[in-house]
């Protein structure tokens, strides 16, 4: 996301930013990554011997801002960039006070991020990338409203803050690693490509709750197309948010019993 999962046609914050005919991306809350016949590939190009994070730089010596913990992306052309790009940014739908929305980074900045971290990129393709990167946060906002709104289906929610951390797997990334070293046929041996947090407020009670996020790759589609997985989950840092864990893995498990059980038995007449 800026400071404050194609084609550019503009589109109402509320909307996802990316025509679906040229580029697919799919989320999941609360459950296993998906599994992966392939090995899972951060969006955005780099070398093999950085750790995979989001091109948006999160932490370093720079003045960061308390907010996001980014530091001010420029606006200006990098050193032998070879194209314009464009320096508008869009606003996305998720609220960051009583009166404002979050703003994404334009392309300019967000190559700029890309060039400071000595990743080679075709101009030509951060559009594209701002896309799926605005897109994939817009539905990582979906599934956290959703899991409020099984508290509260009135509250009002603002997302206050959020921090980038890259390379720091959580506890249930770990676990799901583990599970994939062991049984390598049936889950997903690779870890997510990025993870966030992000902390969210209640404003009718002022109460501030964390999520986890993380960013996982999947196989393409036939058509090329990208997909990815979103496993976003509040953080167990209060009994609040351990019932609503528990509450959620108890009806994905009645859920998968009433889809499984038999309907009936046929008997001889």
Sequence with gaps: MGQATSHSAQASPASCPVDHTALKAKASAGQCPIQ?????????????????QCPIGHEGAETLNPLNQMPTLS??????????????RSTSSIP????????????QQFYNALVRKGWETPEEHV???????????????????????????SEDLQLT???????ELSPKARF????????????NTEPPFDRHDWIVRRRSTGEEVRYVIDYYSAPPEPDGSPVFSLDVRPAIDSVGSVKQRIAAATEEAWSSFR????????RDS
């Design 96 to 107: 960051r006070d009583e009166a404002s929305r979050w703003e994404y980074p334009s392309p």
């Design 259 to 266: 889809e499984n059980k038999p309907t009936g038995v046929a």
């Design 36 to 52: 992966h016949d392939k090995p899972a590939q951060c969006p955005i190009p780099h070398d093999t011997t950085a750790p995979a």
């Design 176 to 187: 799901w690693l583990v599970a994939g070293w062991l049984l390598p046929s049936r889950f």
């Design 127 to 153: 559009e594209t990338m701002v896309q799926i990167h605005n897109f994939l946060n817009e539905q990582a906002w979906l599934e956290i409203v959703k899991w409020e709104r099984k508290e509260n289906p």
């Design 161 to 167: 803050r959020f921090r980038g951390r890259p390379g």
């Design 75 to 88: 606006q200006a052309p990098a050193a032998h960039q070879l194209a314009a790009l464009p320096t508008d």
